[in-house]
């Protein structure tokens, strides 16, 4: 009976999706309309158009990575960690979603899975100053200076010095 009622339901969900006003295109244009430029203003609605947009192309390492960042604005780590997980399966060279998930390591708490997936963003795009900022606060997390500041340095050099500055007020780097 509960295999019945949940294809039912998916069976629903897709015709739905699918019906002629709600394209993709739809869809996300509806979420990016809940992002502020820093976070979701309203990640349950998102993750909501994300799930839709999701249905109609499965197979779109970005949704997932998006639908990630919503779950990480509503405090599920897991589920951020997951989204992006599908994500970097779908499109591996997809460095925003290590830089995503490494996020949501860090919040867990999982701070090597963390500096991981730094390591392969940053590999991914070397000129990312972002990416160098995030895991040189990990390194800096863990007490580890030398590499911490490097990054931070690296940073800098590539035209974000936020973490530095922080750095050095705090006495971590000079």
């Known amino acids: 009976m509960r295999q019945i009622t949940i294809f039912i339901f998916l069976s629903i969900a897709v015709l739905f999706a699918c ?11 509806k979420e990016q309309q809940l992002w502020d430029g820093q976070k979701y203003k309203e990640p349950q609605k998102a993750i909501q158009y994300l799930n839709n947009a999701i249905i109609l192309q499965p197979n779109n390492a970005e949704l997932y990575s998006k639908r990630g960042t919503a779950y990480y604005n509503t405090g599920n780590y897991q589920r ?25 390591y860090v919040k867990l708490r999982q701070l090597q899975s963390a ?21 040189a606060v990990v390194y800096l997390l863990q007490g580890k200076k030398d590499p911490g500041c490097r990054d931070a340095i690296k940073a800098c050099d590539l035209g974000d010095c936020v973490t530095l500055e922080e750095a050095r007020i705090k006495k971590y780097c000079r």
């Open 19 to 29: 019906s002629e006003n709600n394209t993709v295109e739809n869809w996300i244009q």
């Open 80 to 104: 951020t960690v997951e989204d992006d997980s599908e994500a970097i399966r779908l499109a591996p060279e997809y460095a925003e979603a290590y830089n995503n998930r490494a996020g949501a």
């Open 115 to 135: 500096v991981r997936d730094y390591d392969q963003a940053i590999a991914l795009k070397p000129d990312s100053a972002i990416f160098y900022n995030n895991r």
